[in-house]
Structures are given as C-alpha cells and as structure tokens.
C-alpha cells in the first residue's frame, strides 16, 4: 500500500472515524427518537442495539478492511467476482446520500449566515420555505434557490480541497481539527443550555420514562435504526478507513472508543436540545409537545424562534450552533466520500486528485438538482428510499457475504492480535445468525413503510434512482474486468 494511504497514527483514524459516526443525525435526530420513542424507557433498547449490532457489525468491518487492504469494491471482486456488481450499487447508493447530505450542508451555511443578523425574522417558517428548503409544491421545481444554490457549491468545493489531498494532509487534519472544535462548540452550548429558566422542564420531558412502550416493536426497531445509521454502518466507510490502518493496530478497542464518543456525543446533546426546547416552553408558555420536532424544522424552524426571544445571548449561542453542525457535517461528508474515490480509484487507475476532482464535480452537478423550490422535500423523498430500501438491504447482504460466504472464523485472530477487547464465537454467532435475521425485518418493514403511502411523483423518483444505479453498476463493474 502506498504510504499516502496510510493513517500517520492512531489518534488521526480515530477522529477520522468519530467524524464519520457524528453527524447532524446526531445533533437534531437523536433527541427526538428519544422523546417519541418512551422516553428515558428508549436507552434500554439502545444499548441493546449498541451490543448486538453497534459493536459487533464495525468490528467485523474493521476487521475486513483491515485484513483485505484494499478498496470496498475490490474486498467483494476477491470474496468472489460475481459479488463486484453489489458493491458498487451500495457505493452509488452512499454517493446519492452525499449528493444530498451536501445540500443540507448548504441549508445549514445559509443560516449560519443569518446567525450574526437574525435576517430570517419573525416568521421563521416562510424563511425556510422562501430562502432555504422550499415547499412540496411541484410547479416551484422549475426554479433554483440561490442561497442553496450557491451554499452547495461552496460546501462540494470545502469537500473537493480536502479530500484531494493524500489522506493525512487532508481528511486527517481535517478530523484532528474540526471534531475537538465540534466537541467544544457543544460542550459549551449544552452547559449553558441546562442553567438556561425551564430547562429542567426539556429533561424532564425527554427522560420521562413510558414503560409500557418497552414492549412495543416499533421503539426496538427505532433503536436499531438510530444505531445502524447514527455510526454509518455498512456504507463501506469503516471497512475503508481499517483498510488504511498501519500493522498493530488495536482494532476491537477502536470500535469500542467510536461507540463511546459517538454515543457520548448524541446523549450529551440531547440534553442542551431539550433543555433549550424547555427554555422555550418555560418562557412562552408553549406546550413541549407543540415544540418537539424532527430533523431540519427542529434546527431551521423552533431554534431560530428560540433564538429570537434570547436576545443578545442568542446571537452568541446561533452562530456557534451552525458552525457545529456545518463542522460535524463536512467530517461526514467526507468520510462519506471516501469509499466511492477509493474504488473508483482503484477501478480506474487514476490518480487521487483526479478521482476527487471528477466525482466533485459529478455530484456537485446533482446536488444543484436538489437545491430548487422543492429542495427540502426531494431530499425527504429520496433520503426515504436510499436509506430504507437501499442501503438498509445491501448492510444485510453484506452480513451474509462476509459471515457466510468469506471464511469469518480467519478474521477473529487478526481482530485480537492488539486488541485488550477480545472476540470469539458468540461474536460470531450474532454477526452469523442474528444480525441478517434482524436486519432483513427491518428491511422488509422500511419497505412496507415506503410503500405504503408511495405517490406518482416520489414512485418515479425511485425509478429513476433505481435505473440509473444499476446501469452505472453494471458499466463500473464491467471496466477493466477480466
């Protein structure tokens, strides 16, 4: 392996791949599935989902990558040529997710932007729909919003200058620096948030536990969810990021590290959102339930009107916010970015600055696509169909070609050779038995989700999604074989 492909220490694979875990699902996602899902009663099925497929599914991909070296599409062309075809759908699949992660990137600069003036004024709903993430209404999908617009350019280009370079000058350095800065950033902010009036209220609110929910399949399934993809599981990333590690690495004790931090992270957080969302409540006399909201209208809708009623500490707390997400954002998009340039790489003998630069512009192309007045909701629509048809199927299939197809009883001396954590056949038997079983139910009932409600529009758009995934598949898989 050339040397540009190699972690420089330990410390840089970490923050590299804490980078990848921590994202924005961490920060406005988490709180939320907590809240909706029993309350302080979720953490029992989370830690669950933190044993039997949080640990177990990366140290097997740290533990492939590790072993093979090599890129995600040539692991699955060595375990068996037929199997080159799957890999690169998952990659264009993880690529599509980074089409549009990036433009909610862009959604994110924007404000953070309007932090220092609070130009999004009062009404901050028609802000997001006019100047941000648009409407659901098709007849605006002829017209480009240009502050996305022009913000997804700028982010692709930040993505572009630091994954060109070789892997320590760059996604390296990059980590070393914006996730101790990210760690800070919402240290800070939540220490304030719990001396915030009313903060009590948000915690109690959020650890209020319903045991009568500890029953129910659905907050299970949420559980596993958050964990599959809070630490982005079989999207290729960890198993690219282990392949790059140097000979005596401890790779079970890594795993153990990333959980901690990333688990660590989303938990601390949830604790300034919710004290903040009880601030709100305790000084508006607003019900927490009519302030609690999922995703892009709980950091672009209720915390702009938050920041509002806070005065001066507001235009503190807003532009240190955004410039959290937008530092746990690019870490991401990056580690995102990583599994389709070492392939395509790989594939076609190109040098690293070329692949980079080729695949930026590419997905900078399709990333103005989601930037015109229905921003918000194709991201919505397509996010829904990658994740729960897509990738949450190909992470099964995965769990199969790696458990049953490869020989995994020769990955467990290479996993405890270094490693204090040690692994052995009940490892075994949960990433053998379990874990396919479990995650092909999940599958099977995103799909019945997603379908169930399907209209003309979002169905073509999973057409098309489909069609083009699986010809640049086959064409991929095609060049160069023997």
């Known amino acids: 392996m050339a040397e540009k492909n190699q972690w420089n220490s330990q410390l840089s694979f970490l923050f ?5 875990a921590v994202g924005l699902g961490n920060i406005w996602r988490f709180s939320y599935v907590v809240y909706s899902n029993g309350g302080g009663t979720f953490f029992i099925p989370y830690l669950v989902a933190i044993a039997i497929l949080g640990i177990p599914f990366l140290i097997l991909e740290y533990g492939i990558g590790f072993s093979f070296k090599d890129s995600f599409s040539n692991v699955l062309k060595r375990i068996n040529p037929k199997l080159e075809f799957i890999s690169w759908i998952l990659l264009l699949l993880v690529f599509i997710v980074l089409i549009y992660y990036m433009v909610i990137l862009s959604w994110d600069l924007a ?27 098709l007849s605006n999908l002829g017209s480009f919003i240009i502050p996305t617009t022009i913000g997804a350019i700028i982010i692709w280009i930040i993505v572009w200058f630091v994954s060109h370079r070789n892997l320590n000058d760059g996604i390296g350095l990059v980590s070393r620096i914006l996730i101790p800065a990210l760690f800070i950033i919402m240290i800070g902010i939540v220490l304030y948030a719990l001396t915030l009036p009313g903060a009590n209220i948000g915690i109690q609110t959020l650890l209020q536990p319903d045991w009568s929910k500890l029953f129910d399949i659905n907050i299970w399934l949420a559980a596993f969810s958050q964990i599959l993809f809070s630490l982005s599981m079989g999207q290729a990333i960890a198993l690219t990021y282990a392949s790059y590690l140097p000979e005596g690495s401890r790779l079970n004790d890594n795993v153990l590290l990333v959980v901690l931090a990333n688990s660590s992270f989303e938990v601390f957080t949830a604790f300034g959102i919710f004290s903040i969302l009880g601030f709100m409540s305790f000084s508006t006399g607003t019900p927490m339930v009519q302030l609690v909201s999922e995703g892009t209208g709980l950091i672009f809708v209720v915390f702009p009107m938050i920041f509002n009623i806070m005065g001066f500490v507001g235009h503190i707390l807003a532009p240190f916010l955004f410039l959290a997400i ?8 990056v580690a995102i970015f ?37 921003s918000s909701y ?68 995103g799909v019945y989700n997603l379908f169930s ?3 003309s529009f979002e169905a073509i758009v999973y057409v098309v999604i489909m069609v083009l995934v699986l010809v640049f598949s086959g064409i991929l898989t095609k060049i160069n074989s023997d």
């Not at 937008?326 to 998009?333: E, P, Q, R």
């Not at 076609?348 to 512009?361: D, G, H, Q």
């Open 453 to 455: 409600q399907v209209d």
């Open 111 to 137: 404000y953070l932007g309007s932090s220092f003036s609070f130009s999004w004024g009062n009404d901050v709903a028609l802000y997001f729909v006019k100047n941000v993430g648009g409407s659901s209404n």
């Open 326 to 333: 937008l530092f746990a954002g690019i870490t991401s998009a």
């Open 16 to 20: 590299a791949m804490i980078g990848a």
């Open 378 to 445: 194709l991201v919505g629509v397509v996010d829904g169909f990658v994740n729960e048809f897509g990738i949450l199927l190909l992470i099964a299939i995965q769990c199969i070609i790696f458990t049953w197809i490869y020989d995994v009883d020769s990955l467990i001396p290479v996993i405890n050779e270094n490693s204090r954590f040690k692994v052995g056949v009940l490892w075994k038997n949960i990433i053998k038995y379990v874990l396919p079983c479990f995650l092909m139910g999940m599958w099977l009932i």
């Open 338 to 374: 990583e599994p389709i340039v070492s392939s395509t790489e790989d594939k076609l003998n190109w040098s690293r600055k070329k692949t980079v630069t080729l695949l930026s512009v590419v997905g900078c192309i399709f990333s103005l696509l989601f930037t015109t007045g229905i």
